[in-house]
Structures are given as structure tokens and as C-alpha cells.
């Protein structure tokens, strides 16, 4: 079956090893491994159709670019070639992605052949400006990249950016057509404003996070530019518009009864309580054994983050960019209501999410939960009570680990 290169398949086989002979007598229809789905045919299957597509020379639209954190400040950096046109305009746009699973999201993404060429993060230079083109554009570009060789088929996964397929090193790389980039995004480019302030107003002039953290990775935007790793410009992107928005919903009056939002998908379920006062956010993360991330653990790991009225000083290490993420999808909701809250957010993962897809994952799970019609109450313990029925951790687990909650001179405590 050839090497196995998926880091997903290598974690499992460290902590579930699946012997020649198990896989012999299974033939990835009984399931012995006790996976939800056979990641040695689910990697092959998708791996055997693309790989006939990849050639040296790729001439096809490019939807967006990809740079690399390895080896920071010298990364590299390159456009993400799509081999079929059909999908090209969604195969880097998350925000189309929910309702999709987990295979067919890694399919999609197994259409971009990533290019890379190594670059300074400083340099600006023909090559990073052809890739802000392309970064930029409103919608893919067409380019033709010649690749040293063949690009090599190896998917690789994040717990921040969404999964990669085939990539390969550029010996030469154009941009065959005029890239669609707004006027306003354009002007932004010879404006003397900081990068924060650039985001900040695309944000507000409707430009959704996906596109905006794109154009920030370019190194497009700032007094001095450079590049900013992928991974890196998600969390940032998040963070500043999360808190442009956190001080808007700061000056609005609090919600007046307790709400209960929850949606799931991909194996991602969430429990959102807003409860009248000022600010504050927390989130718990409470992942199954059996994950990816969790595969030699027999119980749940639950991490928590949080933050007050005037904010964090430190990263949120423990969750990273699925905190931010989901912070800045719950202050979206709010500033639609015209009120603040304290939010709590409940994050259970279950064991069927075995490739991790990015945070945008999170940001969209949270953004329709508060979409939805909530559940009101008029006291914290019966809001606590519903969220509970549909929590598969004890709710007293949570409770004991809460700032908020336990901030409530309430009788709550079960």
C-alpha cells in the first residue's frame, strides 16, 4: 500500500497499531481498529484519484496562497493551485464548507497543489508581490507554476489552517489573467495604516475573515510589510477583529434573562450560555479519548481559557486559535443583539473527529448555534439544567473548573 504518509495514519498506528494481519483479516470492512471509518482506504482513495493529476507544469485558477511557518523568518511561501476548475472557487473558502464531512473536506482540499519557494518574511520582492495577486483577487487567478519535479502527494493537517494535499517546490511561477481586486483593498495597499487598522476595516466593510486573513498572510497590508505564516494570520485575524467587535458590544446594554444556544457537527458539539452582565467569555474544550489529539488518553482532556471585561494579557495557550475563533463568533452574535453578556461556551469533541480541519471549523459551529432560535430562561440553574441533558461530561465536572458561574450567588450546585 506504499508508504504512509498521512500524520494522521502515523498517530494512530504509534497508539493503535494496525498490524498486516489485522488489516488482512479485516480488509477495512469490520472495523478491528475500532476507527469510525478505515483511514488506510479513506487516504488511499483520495490520495490514488488526484495523484494521476499532478505534473510538473499546472496551468489552472489559484484561489489562494499558502505560507509556511517552518523555519521562521525564511518560510515558505506559494500560490494553491487548483487541478480541476469546477470547484476552485471553494476549495479555500471554509465559510462554504459547513454541512460537509470529514472526507469530503479533505478532498476538496486535496485538489490545491501548494507551490512553495523559500522567502524572508521581509522580503517583498516579483514573486511575493505575484503571490498578494493572487491572495488579494475576490476570485481565483489563473496561473501556470512549473514545479522543480513532480509534485508529491502527502496530506498534512493543522490544528489552525485547513489540510493540505500535494505540493512541491516552484522553478517558475506567473499570473496568466488580472487578478479582481477591489479598489478600496487596493488603495489599502498604498495607505500609510497599520496592518490592525487594514483588517479592521475590511472587516467592517463586509469582507468576511477568510478573505481578510488571506490578504494579511500576503504581507499586503502595514507601514512594514511581510509576510505572516498562514496558521499565524487565522488567530491573528480573529483576535483583532474579535476585539474591535468586543468593544463595540461593550457600550450596549446587558441581556436581560439567561440564553441557550448548541449546534453540532463534525463530531464538534457546542452548548452556548449567555447570561446577563458585562462581558466575559470562557470556554471549556473537552475532548474524547480516542481523537487525534487524544488517542493514548482513557478520559476526557477538558482545557478552559477566559477572559474578563477589559480583556486577556496572554495568549490562550491551551486552546490557541479555536478560542479566538469561537470568541469572536459569539461577539458577532451580540453585536447583532445590540447587548453584551458573559458567555460561556461548553466545546465536547467525540472520538469520530479524527482529522483535525482547521478552527474555521469552530468559528462556523458556533456562528449557527447563534443563528439559531435560542432557549430563554429566567434563572441560571434552569438554563444549567437544559444544557446539561445534552452535555455527555458531567455537567459538576465543568462547574468546579467555571470563573462565571461560580461568580453567581445563586444556589447552584448539584
Not at 14 to 33: D, H, I, T, V, W
Not at 243 to 258: A, D, M, P, Q
Request: charged share 30%; with cysteine.
Amino acid at each position: 500500500m506504499g508508504k504512509i504518509k498521512c500524520e494522521i495514519v502515523k498517530a494512530i498506528m504509534k497508539y493503535r497499531p494496525m498490524s498486516r494481519k489485522l488489516c488482512l483479516a479485516c480488509k477495512g470492512s469490520r472495523l478491528l481498529c475500532h476507527r469510525p471509518k478505515c483511514p488506510l482506504l479513506t487516504k488511499i482513495n483520495i490520495q490514488s484519484s488526484f495523484e494521476r493529476k499532478l505534473r510538473e507544469e499546472i496551468f489552472g485558477p489559484s484561489p489562494s496562497i499558502f505560507v509556511g511557518h517552518s523555519g521562521y523568518p525564511n518560510v515558505f511561501v506559494g500560490p494553491l493551485t487548483a487541478v480541476e476548475d469546477e470547484k476552485a472557487d471553494i476549495l479555500d473558502d471554509p465559510s462554504k464548507w459547513y454541512g460537509l464531512d470529514l472526507e469530503d473536506i479533505v478532498k476538496l482540499r486535496s485538489m490545491l497543489v501548494r507551490g512553495k519557494t523559500r522567502k524572508n518574511v521581509k522580503k517583498m520582492d516579483k514573486i511575493v508581490e505575484k503571490n498578494q495577486e493572487v491572495a488579494l483577487s475576490i476570485k481565483p487567478v489563473d496561473t501556470e507554476v512549473k514545479f522543480a519535479k513532480k509534485p508529491k502527494y502527502s496530506l498534512t493537517f493543522s490544528p489552525v489552517s485547513q489540510p493540505l494535499g500535494a505540493s512541491g517546490i516552484i522553478e517558475k511561477f506567473d499570473v496568466a489573467e488580472n487578478p479582481k481586486i477591489p479598489k478600496r483593498v487596493d488603495n489599502l495597499l498604498e495607505d500609510k495604516v497599520k496592518a490592525n487598522e487594514a483588517v479592521v476595516e475590511l472587516y467592517e466593510r463586509g469582507y468576511d475573515v477568510y478573505y481578510i486573513s488571506r490578504a494579511f498572510s500576503s504581507g499586503a497590508f502595514g507601514i512594514e510589510k511581510r509576510l505572516v505564516p498562514t496558521r499565524w494570520s487565522i488567530t491573528a485575524v480573529d483576535d483583532i477583529v474579535g476585539k474591535h467587535v468586543i468593544s463595540k458590544i461593550k457600550k450596549y446594554s446587558e441581556i436581560s434573562e439567561y440564553m441557550v444556544f448548541h449546534n453540532t457537527y463534525l463530531y464538534n458539539h457546542f452548548e452556548i450560555l449567555l447570561m446577563p452582565s458585562k462581558w466575559q467569555f470562557e470556554m471549556f474544550e473537552a475532548w474524547a479519548p480516542n481523537t487525534i489529539w487524544t488517542l493514548a488518553y482513557t478520559k476526557p482532556a477538558i482545557n478552559v481559557e477566559r477572559e474578563g471585561f477589559f480583556g486577556r494579557t496572554t495568549y490562550a495557550e491551551s486552546e490557541a486559535g479555536a478560542y479566538y475563533a469561537a470568541r469572536l463568533a459569539v461577539a458577532e452574535a451580540l453585536e447583532k443583539m445590540k447587548k453584551q453578556a458573559c458567555a460561556v461556551v461548553f466545546r465536547e469533541i467525540y472520538e469520530g473527529y479524527i482529522i483535525p480541519v482547521g478552527v474555521w471549523e469552530i468559528r462556523e459551529n458556533v456562528r449557527k448555534a447563534m443563528e439559531k432560535k435560542p432557549k430563554k430562561f429566567s434563572t441560571l440553574k434552569e438554563a444549567l439544567e437544559d444544557i446539561k441533558t445534552r452535555l455527555k461530561i458531567p455537567l459538576e465536572v465543568y462547574l468546579k473548573r467555571s470563573s462565571p458561574l461560580n461568580q453567581t450567588k445563586l444556589e447552584w450546585f448539584l
